[in-house]
C-alpha cells in the first residue's frame, strides 16, 4: 500500500470516488454533491484558507486501487484547544475495513498536523463551518440529511482501534409533525396562550420579499443568543443577508420564523427542506439539468421532512416560554400546509445540557448520534473530554 498526496484534478476526482465505493450497494448511502466536496478545497471559495491550511491523500493498495482517504487541517480559529497547544483537523475519511490501511491514513495526517505544530488531531471534522461535514455516524444508520457525514459502522472501530478518544457525541433529535395524534406537549399551548393575548409580541414567518430585513432581525438574535457562547463570534449585518441571499432558493417561508417584542426580534426558530431527500437522485451531480430538475422537485413537495438549522432567544426572555409561543404559530401553518412529515433536528453536542433539554421539552427522540473524536499525540497525558457549557 502506497500514500497518494492528492495533486492534480484526477486525484481529486478519486478522491470523491473513494467515499462511494466504501459505500456501494447501500441504499442509506446519499452521494454528496461534488461541488460541495469540492469547494471546501478551493482557495477561493473557502474562506478557511485565510486562517489555515488543508492536505488531501489518497491510499493505493498494490493492484492499483485506491481503498482510502483523508485530508487533514490546521485552523488557528479553531476554538478546541488542548492543554499544551494547538489542535488539528481531519476529515473527509474513507477506509476499507482494515486497520493497517486505517492506520496508514491516521498516521500519514498526524505527521503533517505534527510538523505544523498541533499537539492533537479532532476528526472527523471539516475545514469549515460545523454545519457541515463534522463527525463520524456511531449510531442512527438511515439517510442523512444535506451535509450530514455518513460512513460504514466499521469505521468506528478504526478510530478506536488507533487510539481515538470520543471528544463529544453530536446527538439528532427527530419527532413527527403531520396529523392531529402527533400535538406538541401542553406547556407549548399553555405558553402560547400567555402570549398570544398579548399584541406587544408577535411570531411572523421570514418572507422572501423582505429576506433582507430579516436577516438583520436574524442577525440580532444570533449575536445575542450565541455570539461570544462557546467562543462564537458576532455576525455582521452583511454577512447575515448574504447567508438568507443563498438560502433563498429552498427557503419555505412556513419553515422559518421570528419573534418580536414591541417589534424588536428576541427569538428565531430557522429550518429549510431536507435537500438531501432530492439530492439523492443526482448521483453527486448539479449541473443546469439537474438544477431545474431540483425546482421542479422541490415545487412538487419531494421533501417532506425539514430540518432545524438555529435556534434561538435572547437572553432577557429565555426561559419565559416565548420560543414555545413561536413553536406553536409555526405548528399551525405547517399543519394546515400538510407538505412534512417529519422534523430533524441536526446535533446538538452532548456538552450543551440546555440544547438537549429545548429538544426533549420538544417531544423529539434522538434519531442518530454521531462522534468527534480527538487523538492526542502524546498519549501519555491524560484525556479530557470537552467540558460542559451552561
Same mark, same amino acid.
Given at each position: 500500500?502506497?500514500?497518494?498526496?492528492?495533486?492534480?484534478?484526477?486525484?481529486?476526482?478519486?478522491?470523491?470516488?473513494?467515499?462511494?465505493?466504501?459505500?456501494?450497494?447501500?441504499? @442509506?448511502?446519499?452521494?454528496?454533491?461534488?461541488?460541495?466536496?469540492?469547494?471546501?478545497?478551493?482557495?477561493?471559495?473557502?474562506?478557511?484558507?485565510?486562517?489555515?491550511?488543508?492536505?488531501?491523500?489518497?491510499?493505493?493498495?498494490?493492484?492499483?486501487?485506491?481503498?482510502?482517504?483523508?485530508?487533514?487541517?490546521?485552523?488557528?480559529?479553531?476554538?478546541?484547544?488542548?492543554?499544551?497547544?494547538?489542535?488539528?483537523?481531519?476529515?473527509?475519511?474513507?477506509?476499507?475495513?482494515?486497520?493497517?490501511?486505517?492506520?496508514?491514513?491516521?498516521?500519514?495526517?498526524?505527521?503533517?498536523?505534527?510538523?505544523?505544530?498541533?499537539?492533537?488531531?479532532?476528526?472527523?471534522?471539516?475545514?469549515?463551518?460545523?454545519?457541515?461535514?463534522?463527525?463520524?455516524?456511531?449510531?442512527?444508520?438511515?439517510?442523512?440529511?444535506?451535509?450530514?457525514?455518513?460512513?460504514?459502522?466499521?469505521?468506528?472501530?478504526?478510530?478506536?482501534?488507533?487510539?481515538? @478518544?470520543?471528544?463529544?457525541?453530536?446527538?439528532?433529535?427527530?419527532?413527527?409533525?403531520?396529523?392531529?395524534?402527533?400535538?406538541?406537549?401542553?406547556?407549548?399551548?399553555?405558553?402560547?396562550?400567555?402570549?398570544?393575548?398579548?399584541?406587544?409580541?408577535?411570531?411572523?414567518?421570514?418572507?422572501?420579499?423582505?429576506?433582507?430585513?430579516?436577516?438583520?432581525?436574524?442577525?440580532?438574535?444570533?449575536?445575542?443568543?450565541?455570539?461570544?457562547?462557546?467562543?462564537?463570534?458576532?455576525?455582521?449585518?452583511?454577512?447575515?443577508?448574504?447567508?438568507?441571499?443563498?438560502?433563498?432558493?429552498?427557503?419555505?417561508?412556513?419553515?422559518?420564523?421570528?419573534?418580536?417584542?414591541?417589534?424588536?426580534?428576541?427569538?428565531?426558530?430557522?429550518?429549510?427542506?431536507?435537500?438531501?431527500?432530492?439530492?439523492?437522485?443526482?448521483?453527486?451531480?448539479?449541473?443546469?439539468?439537474?438544477?431545474?430538475?431540483?425546482?421542479?422537485?422541490?415545487?412538487?413537495?419531494?421533501?417532506?421532512?425539514?430540518?432545524?438549522?438555529?435556534?434561538?432567544?435572547?437572553?432577557?426572555?429565555?426561559?419565559?416560554?416565548?420560543?414555545?409561543?413561536?413553536?406553536?404559530?409555526?405548528?399551525?401553518?405547517?399543519?394546515?400546509?400538510?407538505?412534512?412529515?417529519?422534523?430533524?433536528?441536526?446535533?446538538?453536542?452532548?456538552?450543551?445540557?440546555?440544547?438537549?433539554?429545548?429538544?426533549?421539552?420538544?417531544?423529539?427522540?434522538?434519531?442518530?448520534?454521531?462522534?468527534?473524536?480527538?487523538?492526542?499525540? @502524546?498519549?501519555?497525558?491524560?484525556?479530557?473530554?470537552?467540558?460542559?457549557?451552561?
Amino acid at each position: 500500500m502506497q500514500v497518494i498526496p492528492v495533486a492534480n484534478e484526477q486525484d481529486a476526482r478519486h478522491f470523491l470516488r473513494v467515499q462511494v465505493e466504501m459505500n456501494q450497494g447501500n441504499p @442509506d448511502f446519499i452521494r454528496p454533491l461534488e461541488k460541495d466536496i469540492n469547494e471546501v478545497f478551493d482557495r477561493e471559495k473557502n474562506k478557511s484558507f485565510r486562517f489555515g491550511e488543508c492536505r488531501r491523500w489518497l491510499l493505493q493498495d498494490n493492484s492499483g486501487r485506491f481503498i482510502g482517504r483523508i485530508a487533514a487541517f490546521t485552523h488557528k480559529k479553531y476554538r478546541s484547544k488542548g492543554d499544551e497547544g494547538p489542535v488539528g483537523g481531519i476529515g473527509f475519511f474513507d477506509c476499507i475495513n482494515q486497520q493497517e490501511a486505517a492506520n496508514l491514513l491516521f498516521d500519514t495526517a498526524r505527521n503533517w498536523l505534527a510538523e505544523k505544530g498541533m499537539v492533537a488531531m479532532d476528526g472527523p471534522i471539516n475545514f469549515g463551518e460545523r454545519d457541515k461535514w463534522w463527525g463520524l455516524l456511531v449510531e442512527g444508520f438511515q439517510p442523512p440529511p444535506y451535509g450530514m457525514n455518513y460512513n460504514p459502522p466499521y469505521y468506528k472501530e478504526l478510530f478506536r482501534n488507533y487510539g481515538f @478518544d470520543v471528544f463529544y457525541y453530536q446527538i439528532c433529535w427527530r419527532m413527527d409533525v403531520a396529523g392531529d395524534a402527533n400535538q406538541l406537549q401542553p406547556k407549548f399551548y399553555e405558553a402560547h396562550r400567555k402570549f398570544a393575548g398579548n399584541p406587544s409580541f408577535e411570531a411572523r414567518m421570514v418572507r422572501n420579499k423582505d429576506l433582507d430585513k430579516y436577516a438583520i432581525d436574524f442577525c440580532t438574535v444570533y449575536n445575542k443568543a450565541w455570539a461570544k457562547h462557546e467562543g462564537n463570534k458576532e455576525m455582521s449585518g452583511q454577512q447575515a443577508i448574504k447567508l438568507f441571499r443563498s438560502m433563498k432558493p429552498v427557503l419555505d417561508e412556513s419553515l422559518a420564523w421570528i419573534t418580536y417584542h414591541n417589534n424588536e426580534p428576541v427569538a428565531m426558530w430557522i429550518n429549510i427542506p431536507d435537500l438531501n431527500q432530492i439530492f439523492r437522485y443526482f448521483k453527486g451531480r448539479f449541473g443546469w439539468m439537474e438544477k431545474l430538475r431540483f425546482l421542479w422537485l422541490l415545487r412538487r413537495g419531494v421533501c417532506n421532512r425539514f430540518i432545524g438549522i438555529i435556534y434561538g432567544i435572547v437572553p432577557e426572555f429565555q426561559g419565559t416560554g416565548i420560543d414555545y409561543f413561536m413553536i406553536v404559530e409555526a405548528e399551525k401553518v405547517i399543519k394546515k400546509r400538510g407538505i412534512y412529515k417529519e422534523l430533524e433536528l441536526m446535533w446538538q453536542g452532548d456538552f450543551n445540557k440546555k440544547m438537549l433539554n429545548i429538544s426533549r421539552n420538544l417531544g423529539a427522540t434522538e434519531s442518530r448520534r454521531l462522534a468527534t473524536w480527538r487523538y492526542q499525540f @502524546d498519549q501519555s497525558k491524560p484525556f479530557k473530554r470537552h467540558p460542559f457549557i451552561d
